[in-house]
């Protein structure tokens, strides 16, 4: 499988960015997809899922400012990031999920400054 993310980027405070995620393999394949993210010295933590289903889970400290949606037609997962903090910034993966394995598409970087 190939993720492909974009839509990273350099925003101020209060702004908005929007990543998306294309899956080389049909994204109903996997039981869920979604992104984490990798600030500097910290581990890599989850940002949002959605499951086949397109029920959203999202980390505490994303929930009502992020939205994540899925289009099966295009096989992509997108992101949408509003009322972006400092701390939101850091590497964005991209990740498919299926029961007993997990796989990652390369980075795109969110930088947020205040």
């Known amino acids: 499988v190939q993720l492909q993310a974009s839509g990273g980027g350099l925003v101020q405070a209060g702004e908005s960015l929007r990543l998306s995620c294309t899956n080389s393999k049909s994204i109903d394949s996997y039981n869920a997809m979604g992104w984490y993210r990798q600030a500097p010295g910290k581990p890599r933590e989850m940002v949002a899922l959605?499951?086949?289903?397109?029920?959203?889970n999202y980390g505490d400290s994303v929930k009502g400012r992020f939205a994540i949606s899925r289009d099966s037609a295009k096989n992509m997962v997108d992101l949408q990031m509003n009322s972006l903090k400092p701390e939101d910034t850091g590497v964005y993966y991209c990740?498919?999920?299926?029961?007993?394995?997990?796989?990652w598409g390369q980075g795109t970087l969110v930088t947020v400054s205040s």
């Open positions: 959605i499951d086949r289903g397109g029920r959203p």
């Open positions: 990740s498919a999920i299926l029961i007993g394995s997990q796989y």
